[in-house]
C-alpha cells in the first residue's frame, strides 16, 4: 500500500522511455526530467520519488537522470 503512494521515478522512466521511442513524443519524458530535477529542493542528492511527500533516496534512480536526457537527445534532437 504504502510504495503505490509515491511516484517513483525510476518506474516512471521506462514508461517515458518506451513512449518516446514509439511515438516520438517527449512530453512525458521532460515531466519527468524536470520532475527529477525539481527534487533537489529537498535532497541535493535528488529523490526517489516526485510530486509526493514520501523522502527516498534510491542511487540507480538517480544515476538513471542522465541516461534519460542522452535518449531525449536522440529522440529529439534538442541539445537545449
Known amino acids: 500500500m504504502e510504495r503505490e503512494k509515491g ?16 511515438t516520438k513524443d517527449v512530453c512525458i519524458m521532460e515531466k519527468l526530467i524536470d520532475d527529477s530535477l525539481r527534487t533537489d529542493l529537498t535532497n541535493k542528492g535528488l529523490m ?25 537527445y536522440h529522440v529529439t534532437g534538442d541539445k537545449e
Open 7 to 22: 511516484h517513483y521515478l525510476g518506474d516512471r522512466r521506462y514508461s517515458a522511455i518506451a513512449h518516446a521511442v514509439v
Open 48 to 72: 526517489t520519488c516526485a510530486t509526493c511527500s514520501l523522502m527516498q533516496v534510491i542511487a540507480e534512480c538517480t544515476l538513471m537522470l542522465p541516461l534519460l536526457v542522452r535518449i531525449h
